[in-house]
């Protein structure tokens, strides 16, 4: 599936002809799973269910285990992750409150594993 290339927290991108630029088949899924974690949950109002709301969480108290199961219950939304392949999402406590994440999936249309860090 093909759509726009839009990095979370900038504008979309034009290439040298002038056209928006589309991402790529790993790009694209990266883009849409980032956008989808970083939602804040019920950002969107025809679909309130979409959005992990992660920004939404710093200053909260949440468990390890809370934000593992909220990072992998949105990958298990993710069309473009092979829901057949594993999902490992690793935290890594940065010891002033705060998490790091390494998210490695499947791509569903190339069959590829990619990699998503969040710091």
């Not at 002809?17 to 950002?43: E, F, K, Y």
């Not at 709301?53 to 593992?68: N, V």
């Amino acid at each position: 599936m093909s759509c726009l290339s839009h990095e979370w927290g900038s504008d979309l991108q034009v290439d040298a002809s002038g056209a928006l630029t589309i991402a790529s088949n790993h790009d694209g899924v990266r883009q849409r799973l980032l956008r989808r974690l970083m939602t804040p949950q019920t950002g969107y109002i025809w679909q309130p269910d979409y959005g992990a709301g992660l920004p939404q969480k710093i200053g909260q108290i949440i468990t390890e285990a809370e934000l593992y199961a909220l990072i992998r219950s949105q990958c298990a939304l993710e069309a473009g992750i092979d829901q057949t392949q594993p999902v490992t999402v690793t935290l890594t406590d940065n010891g002033n409150g705060g998490f790091s994440c390494l998210i490695s999936y499947t791509d569903a249309q190339t069959n590829s594993v990619q990699a998503l860090t969040l710091t």
